[in-house]
């Protein structure tokens, strides 16, 4: 999987939908293109395992399992982006990746969307909330969130952390180059 640095419009050729992973003490934030649920096979069955034995016939049921999906697969999207960054090598964990992200999509029920983490004092996962994105593209989608009062705010606190770690100079001198997915993550 490559890393980009730079995001055009061209990386957003053929990419069916996209959500932002929001609140992730590792990566800030982490974006994904989602691809076309028809090319991934597999994505049905992975869908129906999340819920399997459960009776989702109550409104209320299919709300507890749909809000335990989500939280369950936003951690699962955090790690995978983590792993994604740290081993870029891995060709495997794109597909996994986008499996994730595809499961996500289909049971929040959203093409463009943030999942918002929320954490305790402790940096453990408490709960995710999906945000839809009404917007007609990935792109578009992707540039709503950039701008999203929450980005911005970890965009602030990642420029601060940064600048705890490197002396001033170092940044003036253009040595510690702040890049999209120096801030951000890697964008998958």
């Not at 697969?73 to 595809?102: M, P, T, W």
């Not at 983490?117 to 996962?125: H, I, S, V």
Request: one cysteine or more; hydrophobic letters at 45%.
């Amino acid at each position: 999987m490559s890393r980009l640095t730079t995001i055009d419009s061209d990386s957003f050729q053929g990419v069916w939908g996209y959500c932002a992973v929001v609140g992730t003490h590792e990566l800030l934030w982490s974006g994904h293109r989602i691809p076309d649920p028809a090319s991934l096979p597999g994505l049905g069955d992975y869908v129906a395992s999340l819920s399997s034995g459960l009776s989702l016939a109550s409104p209320f049921s299919a709300k507890v399992f749909t809000d335990g999906a989500v939280t369950w697969l936003a951690g699962e999207l955090v790690e995978e982006s983590y792993r994604q960054v740290n081993d870029s090598g891995e060709a495997a964990g794109g597909r996994d990746a986008a499996l994730i992200v595809a499961a996500l999509s289909r049971i929040a029920g959203h093409r463009f969307f943030l999942v918002m983490l929320e954490r305790d004092r402790a940096g453990q996962a408490l709960r995710a909330s999906v945000e839809a994105v009404a917007v007609a593209s990935p792109e578009d989608a992707r540039d709503y969130i950039l701008h999203h009062p929450r980005i911005l705010a970890l965009e602030a606190e990642g420029i601060r952390r940064l600048q705890e770690q490197q002396p001033a100079a170092a940044l003036e001198a253009g040595d510690a180059s702040l890049t999209c997915e120096r801030l951000h993550g890697l964008l998958n």
